[in-house]
T-cell receptor, first 111, second 112 residues
Framework: KNQVEQSPQSLIILEGKNCTLQCNYTVSPFSNLRWYKQDTGRGPVSLTIMTFSENTKSNGRYTATLDADTKQSSLHITASQLSDSASYIC??????????FGDGTTLTVKP | KAGVTQTPRYLIKTRGQQVTLSCSPI?????VSWYQQTPGQGLQFLFE???????NKGNFPGRFSGRQFSNSRSEMNVSTLELGDSALYLC???????????FGPGTRLLVL
Protein backbone atom coordinates (compact mmCIF):
# COMPACT_ATOMS: atom_id res chain seq x y z
CA LYS A 1 0.00 0.00 0.00
CA ASN A 2 1.33 3.42 -0.95
CA GLN A 3 1.65 5.49 2.20
CA VAL A 4 3.33 8.66 3.39
CA GLU A 5 3.89 9.14 7.11
CA GLN A 6 5.03 12.39 8.62
CA SER A 7 6.44 13.05 12.05
CA PRO A 8 6.04 14.69 14.38
CA GLN A 9 2.35 15.47 14.05
CA SER A 10 2.94 18.85 15.68
CA LEU A 11 5.92 20.79 16.88
CA ILE A 12 6.45 23.94 18.92
CA ILE A 13 9.77 25.75 18.79
CA LEU A 14 11.13 29.13 19.80
CA GLU A 15 11.87 31.77 17.21
CA GLY A 16 15.41 31.50 15.93
CA LYS A 17 15.74 27.78 16.59
CA ASN A 18 16.20 25.10 13.96
CA CYS A 19 13.91 22.13 13.44
CA THR A 20 13.64 19.03 11.28
CA LEU A 21 10.49 17.41 9.99
CA GLN A 22 10.41 13.81 8.83
CA CYS A 23 8.64 12.03 6.00
CA ASN A 24 8.76 8.26 5.44
CA TYR A 25 7.07 6.69 2.46
CA THR A 26 6.33 3.36 0.88
CA VAL A 27 5.17 4.77 -2.46
CA SER A 28 6.40 2.83 -5.44
CA PRO A 29 7.43 3.34 -8.17
CA PHE A 30 8.86 6.64 -7.05
CA SER A 31 8.69 9.68 -9.30
CA ASN A 32 9.25 12.69 -7.07
CA LEU A 33 8.85 14.00 -3.54
CA ARG A 34 7.57 17.46 -2.72
CA TRP A 35 7.35 19.51 0.43
CA TYR A 36 4.62 22.09 0.74
CA LYS A 37 3.97 24.82 3.27
CA GLN A 38 0.36 25.62 3.99
CA ASP A 39 -0.72 28.61 6.00
CA THR A 40 -4.04 28.29 7.78
CA GLY A 41 -6.96 28.68 5.39
CA ARG A 42 -4.78 29.00 2.30
CA GLY A 43 -3.58 26.70 -0.45
CA PRO A 44 -0.27 24.82 -0.11
CA VAL A 45 2.82 26.44 -1.58
CA SER A 46 5.60 24.33 -2.99
CA LEU A 47 8.92 24.53 -1.12
CA THR A 48 11.01 21.88 -2.86
CA ILE A 49 10.63 19.08 -5.34
CA MET A 50 13.15 16.25 -5.60
CA THR A 51 13.53 13.41 -8.03
CA PHE A 52 15.19 10.06 -7.43
CA SER A 53 18.72 11.27 -8.13
CA GLU A 54 18.61 14.32 -5.88
CA ASN A 55 19.77 14.10 -2.28
CA THR A 56 19.45 17.68 -1.14
CA LYS A 57 17.60 20.74 -2.28
CA SER A 58 17.43 24.12 -0.62
CA ASN A 59 14.99 26.99 -0.79
CA GLY A 60 16.23 29.80 1.41
CA ARG A 61 16.09 28.64 5.01
CA TYR A 62 14.41 25.39 3.97
CA THR A 63 16.56 22.38 3.10
CA ALA A 64 15.05 19.09 2.06
CA THR A 65 16.95 15.82 1.94
CA LEU A 66 15.99 12.57 0.27
CA ASP A 67 17.29 9.06 0.85
CA ALA A 68 15.64 6.98 -1.85
CA ASP A 69 17.17 3.78 -0.51
CA THR A 70 15.54 4.07 2.90
CA LYS A 71 12.56 6.00 1.50
CA GLN A 72 12.99 8.84 3.91
CA SER A 73 12.97 12.58 3.51
CA SER A 74 13.46 15.42 5.91
CA LEU A 75 12.79 19.14 5.82
CA HIS A 76 15.17 21.24 7.87
CA ILE A 77 14.21 24.79 8.78
CA THR A 78 17.03 27.04 9.86
CA ALA A 79 16.71 30.09 12.13
CA SER A 80 12.93 29.80 12.36
CA GLN A 81 10.72 32.85 12.09
CA LEU A 82 7.19 33.47 13.31
CA SER A 83 6.03 33.29 9.69
CA ASP A 84 7.21 29.69 9.51
CA SER A 85 4.20 28.71 11.62
CA ALA A 86 2.20 26.56 9.24
CA SER A 87 1.45 23.02 8.22
CA TYR A 88 4.16 21.25 6.24
CA ILE A 89 2.97 18.54 3.89
CA CYS A 90 5.07 15.85 2.25
CA UNK A 91 3.76 14.53 -1.07
CA UNK A 92 5.20 11.55 -2.91
CA UNK A 93 4.26 10.90 -6.50
CA UNK A 94 4.33 7.73 -8.50
CA UNK A 95 4.60 7.63 -12.22
CA UNK A 96 1.57 8.84 -14.19
CA UNK A 97 0.96 11.60 -11.69
CA UNK A 98 -0.55 9.62 -8.84
CA UNK A 99 0.28 11.43 -5.61
CA UNK A 100 0.05 10.37 -2.00
CA PHE A 101 -0.19 13.06 0.63
CA GLY A 102 1.08 12.90 4.17
CA ASP A 103 -1.10 14.23 6.97
CA GLY A 104 1.30 17.09 7.58
CA THR A 105 3.27 18.45 10.51
CA THR A 106 1.90 21.52 12.22
CA LEU A 107 4.73 23.82 13.21
CA THR A 108 4.24 26.62 15.70
CA VAL A 109 7.02 29.13 16.17
CA LYS A 110 6.76 31.15 19.37
CA PRO A 111 8.52 34.42 20.15
CA LYS B 1 2.54 34.81 -14.58
CA ALA B 2 -0.85 34.57 -12.92
CA GLY B 3 -1.31 31.76 -10.41
CA VAL B 4 -4.14 29.31 -10.03
CA THR B 5 -7.40 31.07 -9.34
CA GLN B 6 -10.49 29.63 -7.75
CA THR B 7 -13.98 31.03 -7.50
CA PRO B 8 -15.82 31.61 -5.36
CA ARG B 9 -13.55 31.87 -2.34
CA TYR B 10 -16.32 31.29 0.17
CA LEU B 11 -19.68 29.61 -0.16
CA ILE B 12 -22.53 28.77 2.18
CA LYS B 13 -25.08 26.19 1.13
CA THR B 14 -27.74 24.09 2.83
CA ARG B 15 -28.09 20.34 2.85
CA GLY B 16 -29.51 18.91 -0.34
CA GLN B 17 -28.37 21.75 -2.55
CA GLN B 18 -25.76 21.41 -5.22
CA VAL B 19 -22.68 23.54 -5.81
CA THR B 20 -20.25 24.24 -8.64
CA LEU B 21 -16.71 25.42 -8.01
CA SER B 22 -14.42 26.82 -10.66
CA CYS B 23 -10.68 26.65 -11.15
CA SER B 24 -8.50 28.44 -13.70
CA PRO B 25 -5.04 26.88 -13.96
CA ILE B 26 -1.77 28.60 -14.67
CA UNK B 27 -1.49 29.46 -18.34
CA UNK B 28 -0.07 26.52 -20.27
CA UNK B 29 -0.86 23.96 -17.59
CA UNK B 30 -2.99 21.12 -18.87
CA UNK B 31 -3.45 19.10 -15.71
CA VAL B 32 -5.92 20.16 -13.05
CA SER B 33 -6.45 18.25 -9.81
CA TRP B 34 -9.04 18.75 -7.11
CA TYR B 35 -8.64 18.06 -3.40
CA GLN B 36 -10.83 18.19 -0.35
CA GLN B 37 -9.24 19.27 2.89
CA THR B 38 -10.86 18.88 6.28
CA PRO B 39 -9.30 19.16 9.73
CA GLY B 40 -9.82 15.50 10.44
CA GLN B 41 -8.92 13.98 7.07
CA GLY B 42 -6.18 16.20 5.71
CA LEU B 43 -5.84 16.54 1.96
CA GLN B 44 -7.91 14.02 0.05
CA PHE B 45 -7.56 13.60 -3.70
CA LEU B 46 -10.80 13.95 -5.65
CA PHE B 47 -9.85 13.70 -9.31
CA GLU B 48 -7.45 14.89 -11.96
CA UNK B 49 -8.20 16.11 -15.45
CA UNK B 50 -5.74 16.29 -18.30
CA UNK B 51 -6.70 17.63 -21.71
CA UNK B 52 -10.41 17.46 -20.89
CA UNK B 53 -10.24 13.81 -19.79
CA UNK B 54 -10.47 12.50 -16.26
CA UNK B 55 -7.17 10.72 -15.77
CA ASN B 56 -7.26 9.80 -12.08
CA LYS B 57 -10.02 9.53 -9.54
CA GLY B 58 -10.03 9.31 -5.75
CA ASN B 59 -12.41 7.46 -3.48
CA PHE B 60 -15.32 9.87 -3.36
CA PRO B 61 -18.99 9.13 -4.05
CA GLY B 62 -20.58 9.90 -7.38
CA ARG B 63 -22.05 13.10 -5.95
CA PHE B 64 -18.66 14.60 -6.67
CA SER B 65 -18.00 15.20 -10.33
CA GLY B 66 -15.90 17.43 -12.47
CA ARG B 67 -15.02 18.44 -15.94
CA GLN B 68 -12.36 20.30 -17.82
CA PHE B 69 -12.85 22.62 -20.73
CA SER B 70 -10.72 23.07 -23.83
CA ASN B 71 -8.99 26.08 -22.25
CA SER B 72 -8.00 23.83 -19.29
CA ARG B 73 -10.34 25.59 -16.89
CA SER B 74 -12.06 23.09 -14.65
CA GLU B 75 -15.24 22.90 -12.66
CA MET B 76 -16.16 20.65 -9.79
CA ASN B 77 -19.75 19.88 -8.91
CA VAL B 78 -21.13 18.44 -5.71
CA SER B 79 -24.78 17.40 -5.73
CA THR B 80 -27.08 16.70 -2.79
CA LEU B 81 -24.77 18.39 -0.32
CA GLU B 82 -24.24 16.84 3.09
CA LEU B 83 -22.96 18.46 6.27
CA GLY B 84 -19.76 16.45 5.93
CA ASP B 85 -18.99 18.14 2.63
CA SER B 86 -18.02 21.28 4.51
CA ALA B 87 -14.35 21.69 3.70
CA LEU B 88 -11.69 23.65 1.89
CA TYR B 89 -11.67 22.58 -1.75
CA LEU B 90 -8.33 23.07 -3.42
CA CYS B 91 -7.46 23.03 -7.05
CA UNK B 92 -3.94 22.48 -8.33
CA UNK B 93 -2.48 22.72 -11.79
CA UNK B 94 0.64 21.36 -13.39
CA UNK B 95 2.15 20.96 -16.82
CA UNK B 96 1.61 17.25 -17.04
CA UNK B 97 0.63 15.86 -13.68
CA UNK B 98 4.01 14.44 -12.72
CA UNK B 99 5.70 17.70 -11.94
CA UNK B 100 5.20 20.19 -9.17
CA UNK B 101 1.64 21.19 -8.60
CA UNK B 102 0.66 24.75 -7.97
CA PHE B 103 -2.30 25.19 -5.69
CA GLY B 104 -4.97 27.82 -5.76
CA PRO B 105 -6.19 29.60 -2.62
CA GLY B 106 -9.14 27.24 -2.28
CA THR B 107 -12.88 27.57 -1.93
CA ARG B 108 -14.20 27.24 1.59
CA LEU B 109 -17.58 25.55 1.51
CA LEU B 110 -19.86 25.53 4.51
CA VAL B 111 -22.92 23.30 4.40
CA LEU B 112 -25.63 24.13 6.93
Amino acid sequence: KNQVEQSPQSLIILEGKNCTLQCNYTVSPFSNLRWYKQDTGRGPVSLTIMTFSENTKSNGRYTATLDADTKQSSLHITASQLSDSASYICVVSRNAGKSTFGDGTTLTVKP
Amino acid sequence: KAGVTQTPRYLIKTRGQQVTLSCSPISGHRSVSWYQQTPGQGLQFLFEYFSETQRNKGNFPGRFSGRQFSNSRSEMNVSTLELGDSALYLCASSLGGELAEYFGPGTRLLVL
